[in-house]
């Protein structure tokens, strides 16, 4: 009869750490994509960024040689990430595709000007930043003008600011949120040995010797929680960037190794924290409290 009874009390527990890992592991998984979409997001702001281009139209006197040594020039800058030379001969090359014959022909000499293309670092592709940038380059006698796209950069600043604002909230909410789901579980576990942390409490055991077997089990929960979200988000990355390799643009190492470490820290900590909590509130309670739960 003992047996049965201890066995069932041994099949009760590992139920209540499989639900525990389970629980865990999905509130885990949803933090790591929260993390992961904010630091995407910051890269994707980075690559849109730094692929919006300003272009310089050189004077039409200069040469292809002249224009590529400006192109060097221009690239030595701190506020240049690439800088993409195009010569008269290409530019009335793009320009025949586009007519479908080509304009010399009609006009008898190249009408067009060598062009720079320059993508900015991320830090300065913002309008002041440009407008700054534009009025320096314009006073050098080689460019004739400087054109790039001033509402697209507003807008690609608008649209990240409002995105990160909303996944900072989300994330916000759903620590808060994953933080009642694991406290609550863990409390169940608690709860259902608390008559064995009374009795500890009678012999005389100290609450550090009582409390340690529980967050001995509370930090293997969440360090198997955690390789488990790990690994169903690694598979789903995985799966990801296989179908859209250009992903990796913006879901970079760092930004996996730190998602890893994120989930690996909450994990840990909130699962800790939760049963350190639990346990230290029966450890409060006086007997006759214990059967009014």
């Given at each position: 009869?003992?047996?049965?009874?201890?066995?069932?009390?041994?099949?009760?527990?590992?139920?209540?750490?499989?639900?525990?890992?389970?629980?865990?592991?999905?509130?885990?998984?949803?933090?790591?994509?929260?993390?992961?979409?904010?630091?995407?997001?910051?890269?994707?702001?980075?690559?849109?960024?730094?692929?919006?281009?300003?272009?310089?139209?050189?004077?039409?006197?200069?040469?292809?040689?002249?224009?590529?040594?400006?192109?060097?020039?221009?690239?030595?800058?701190?506020?240049?990430?690439?800088?993409?030379?195009?010569?008269?001969?290409?530019?009335?090359?793009?320009?025949?595709?586009?007519?479908?014959a080509d304009p010399s022909d009609f006009i008898g000499s190249n009408p067009f000007s060598a062009e720079v293309d320059i993508r900015l670092n991320a830090d300065y592709a913002n309008n002041d930043s440009v407008q700054w940038i534009s009025d320096m380059l314009k006073k050098d006698e080689r460019v004739q003008e400087v054109t790039y796209q001033e509402n697209?950069?507003?807008?690609?600043?608008?649209?990240?600011?409002?995105?990160?604002?909303?996944?900072?909230?989300?994330?916000?909410?759903?620590?808060?949120?994953?933080?009642?789901?694991?406290?609550?579980?863990?409390?169940?576990?608690?709860?259902?040995?608390?008559?064995?942390?009374?009795?500890?409490?009678?012999?005389?055991?100290?609450?550090?010797?009582?409390?340690?077997?529980?967050?001995?089990?509370?930090?293997?929960?969440?360090?198997?929680?955690?390789?488990?979200?790990?690994?169903?988000?690694?598979?789903?990355?995985?799966?990801?960037?296989?179908?859209?390799?250009?992903?990796?643009?913006?879901?970079?190492?760092?930004?996996?190794?730190?998602?890893?470490?994120?989930?690996?820290?909450?994990?840990?900590?909130?699962?800790?924290?939760?049963?350190?909590?639990?346990?230290?509130?029966?450890?409060?309670?006086?007997?006759?409290?214990?059967?009014?739960?």
């Amino acid at each position: 009869m003992k047996k049965n009874k201890h066995k069932n009390s041994n099949n009760s527990r590992s139920f209540q750490t499989i639900t525990l890992i389970f629980s865990t592991s999905l509130v885990l998984i949803l933090i790591g994509l929260v993390v992961t979409f904010v630091l995407t997001a910051h890269n994707l702001s980075n690559y849109v960024k730094e692929n919006l281009s300003v272009t310089l139209y050189l004077n039409k006197d200069l040469s292809d040689s002249q224009g590529q040594s400006f192109a060097n020039e221009v690239r030595n800058k701190t506020y240049v990430a690439s800088v993409d030379f195009i010569s008269k001969e290409q530019v009335i090359m793009e320009q025949e595709k586009e007519l479908g014959a080509d304009p010399s022909d009609f006009i008898g000499s190249n009408p067009f000007s060598a062009e720079v293309d320059i993508r900015l670092n991320a830090d300065y592709a913002n309008n002041d930043s440009v407008q700054w940038i534009s009025d320096m380059l314009k006073k050098d006698e080689r460019v004739q003008e400087v054109t790039y796209q001033e509402n697209l950069i507003e807008q690609v600043n608008q649209m990240v600011n409002k995105i990160n604002i909303a996944l900072l909230i989300l994330a916000a909410v759903l620590t808060v949120i994953s933080f009642s789901l694991i406290n609550n579980t863990v409390r169940l576990g608690v709860y259902a040995r608390r008559f064995a942390i009374r009795t500890m409490k009678l012999v005389g055991a100290s609450w550090s010797f009582i409390r340690w077997p529980f967050l001995k089990n509370a930090l293997g929960v969440g360090f198997i929680s955690s390789i488990i979200a790990c690994v169903v988000l690694g598979i789903g990355f995985s799966v990801m960037t296989a179908n859209e390799p250009e992903i990796l643009n913006v879901l970079t190492m760092d930004v996996l190794m730190i998602t890893a470490a994120a989930i690996f820290i909450f994990g840990m900590i909130i699962t800790f924290c939760c049963s350190y909590f639990s346990v230290n509130k029966f450890l409060n309670m006086k007997a006759s409290d214990l059967y009014k739960i």
